[in-house]
């Protein structure tokens, strides 16, 4: 299974393409609706979008793919997310480790985090 990764480093995106291993469902925890600035923010189709800053904004790290963990730590993300969209109508989940292992932190499908808050995943399943 391969996963596409696209970066906003400055005003340019990088692409690239990964594999990686599945996983099983996430259980649920906590997200809300996407507001019309977010979505603009993440314009892409089935896709999740993490920004190094809260409310959207800095830059942004977007995985697309069908069921597959990314470690954010093997991406220089590690850690550095504080808010996330999620445009895939499934859930996807994030995880303080890096191996999508543990207790996840749910994005409900259509919606996003606009403030992590303390949370910092290592490692995220995209839908």
Same mark, same amino acid.
């Given at each position: &299974?391969?996963?596409? +990764? #696209? ?9 690239? =393409? +990964? ?10 925890? #906590? ?8 979505? @603009? ?10 920004? *190094? ?14 069921? +597959? ?7 220089? %993300?590690?850690?550095?997310? #504080? ?10 989940? &994030?995880?303080?480790?890096? *191996?999508?292992?543990? @207790? ?8 996003? +985090?606009?403030? =992590? *808050? ?6 995220? %399943?995209?839908?």
């Amino acid at each position: &299974m391969s996963v596409f +990764i #696209r970066r906003l480093v400055t005003p340019f995106v990088a692409a690239a =393409l +990964i594999g990686v291993a599945t996983i099983g469902q996430a259980a649920p925890a #906590r997200a809300g609706g996407v507001d019309a600035l977010a979505v @603009g923010e993440c314009p892409f189709t089935n896709t999740l979008c993490l920004f *190094d800053g809260t409310r959207y904004t800095g830059q942004r790290i977007t995985l697309s793919g069908g069921g +597959i963990c990314v470690s954010l730590v093997n991406q220089g %993300w590690g850690e550095r997310a #504080r808010s996330v969209i999620n445009t895939n109508s499934r859930s996807a989940a &994030m995880f303080a480790n890096d *191996d999508c292992l543990g @207790g996840p932190f749910q994005v409900s499908g259509n919606t996003g +985090i606009a403030d =992590l *808050d303390a949370f910092r995943p290592k490692s995220v %399943w995209a839908p």
